[in-house]
């Protein structure tokens, strides 16, 4: 199939799916895994080798599972990317997700590095893959990455010639950068659809100075207009952020 139109596989229990599906030649790069909390290191290893992609969902998937999917993917090469699974369940908010995984990340970082007594103070030293997703990882994982999962990194993921233009502006907040000398790390950890200054889809402004420019909602029927709008302009703002995150980072 094209890799714009990837399939999506979530493998919920061990015994090898992943492995079933190699031998009857169904693993490639359009086959997206969702979860993997069970998935064996041997499986990674196909994964890699057919250019698979896996999407760790940090508030379902942290829920009574070890959660070691993500560094045991990264070890192996796979490709990851991140979600929020079921929208009655997890607030719909992407950078809330990216910041639950930086800070679970955080915690199993120094737990690994404790049990292999490499480690006596309050952090674990830092080296290349410690800590395993720094904030710009997270950034870069959300941007290019995703778009590359999905097989549409040459229409979104970056802000390069040829591409989409997908522009988010985020404001720095009356105290500015709240992380010194780090704006991913300031994106990641104290941004929120609050901060939405502008929003650019495919080149044509969609939110100017916090507001929404226009009518993109489909007119409600009800009588409750205001409250459809303030619902819909939360949603929006937090599309927004969804959508224009496939921007920040070079390819």
């Known amino acids: 199939m094209p890799r714009a139109q990837s399939a999506e596989l979530h493998p919920c229990q061990s015994g090898g799916p992943i492995t079933e599906l190699h031998k009857r030649g169904l693993l490639g790069p359009d086959l997206l895994v969702i979860h993997g909390n069970l998935i064996s290191n041997d499986e990674l290893e196909l994964m890699a080798a057919a250019g698979m992609s896996i999407c760790f969902t940090p508030s379902a998937d942290v829920q009574g599972t070890p959660a070691d999917i993500v560094r045991r993917a990264a070890d192996k090469g796979v490709r990851l990317v991140f979600g929020c699974d079921i929208p009655s369940h997890v607030a719909s908010d992407p950078i809330g997700q990216l910041r639950i995984m930086f800070n679970i990340q955080g915690f199993l970082d120094g737990a690994m590095a404790r049990a292999f007594n490499i480690v006596s103070g309050r952090r674990p030293p830092v080296r290349k893959d410690m800590p395993l997703l720094r904030p710009r990882d997270l950034l870069r994982i959300a941007t290019i990455e995703t778009a590359r999962a999905y097989g549409l990194d040459d229409k979104i993921g970056s802000l390069v010639p040829g591409k989409r233009a997908d522009i988010?502006?985020?404001?720095?907040?009356?105290?500015?950068?709240?992380?010194?000398?780090?704006?991913?790390?300031?994106?990641?950890?104290?941004?929120?659809?609050?901060e939405i200054d502008t929003v650019i889809v495919d080149g044509t402004p969609r939110m100017r100075a916090g507001a929404l420019l226009g009518s993109i909602l489909p007119r409600p029927q009800d009588g409750s207009r205001v409250a459809a709008a303030n619902s819909g302009a939360v949603e929006t703002g937090r599309r927004s952020m969804s959508g224009t995150f496939l921007l920040f980072m070079r390819p």
């Open 168 to 194: 988010l502006l985020v404001r720095k907040g009356q105290f500015g950068y709240s992380v010194t000398d780090d704006p991913c790390a300031h994106v990641l950890l104290q941004t929120s659809p609050r």
